[in-house]
């Protein structure tokens, strides 16, 4: 039988890596340095944001942009040691998901809304670069996610419609960015819960990706 997609599309942070944490975790390490509290607010309403879309966004909510650029620049210090000098944890169920996917020959890309230099260092120091020969990062195209230019990127990258291609998403603006390129989208929660809208708009939602690969499989 037929497979009823020609490719997948993969986020990064907190779908295939568990990166989302760290994240979190140099935000309040600068916030302490600068004497800013760091609210979990703040921090949730980050997730799936470009580099760029997080400075605004921390600017308009601290009302402050010389301490949203303090901020922003000891959380940067402190991320960059951590990529460089620190383990970079995988999500559980990943490496069997992309065994299995490129035992299968199934074209894959990566679309993240992580800048180029950085989503490369996470991909080499991970060890999950090996199975990506398409990658395409949040500062390669005009409007990051919840656009659905780096998902019609990607595709087009693989030669592939995004249409025919399965999102495997972690975040709403990578859901919202996936349906909005036409693709289905697989959901796989990491920070957040699902909202019911967005639970609505995937394909699926699943608990991780040993159960996303079970459901692919079905597909």
């Known amino acids: 039988m037929p497979r009823s997609f020609d490719a997948l599309l993969f986020d990064m942070d907190g779908l295939m890596l568990d990166t989302e944490r760290l994240s979190n975790e140099t935000w309040r390490r600068a916030g302490a340095e600068l004497g800013i509290a760091i609210q979990d607010e703040m921090l949730h309403a980050m997730v799936g944001m470009s580099f760029q879309n997080c400075i605004r966004f921390v600017e308009d909510y601290l009302g402050d942009a010389e301490a949203a650029d303090r901020l922003q620049k000891g959380s940067d210090r402190h ?5 460089r000098h620190e383990d970079i944890p995988l999500k559980t169920g990943i490496l069997e998901l992309l065994d299995w996917v490129r035992e299968q020959g199934i074209p894959r890309a990566v679309a993240t809304s992580t800048r180029r230099h950085i989503a490369d260092i996470k991909l080499q120091r991970s060890g999950l670069g090996k199975f990506f020969d398409v990658t395409v990062a949040g500062d390669e195209v005009a409007r990051t996610k919840p656009a659905p230019d780096v998902y019609h990127d990607a595709a087009a990258k693989l030669g592939v419609a995004s249409q025919r291609c399965l999102v495997l998403e972690d975040s ?5 960015a996936g349906v909005a390129a036409g693709a289905r989208v697989i959901l796989v929660p990491d ?3 699902p909202s019911d809208d967005d639970r609505a708009a995937a394909l ?12 692919i499989r079905s597909l």
């Open 204 to 215: 699926a939602v699943c608990g991780d990706l040993h159960q996303a690969l079970e459901l």
């Open 172 to 176: 709403r603006m990578g859901l919202q």
């Open 79 to 83: 991320y960059q040691h951590i990529l």
């Open 191 to 193: 920070l957040l819960s």
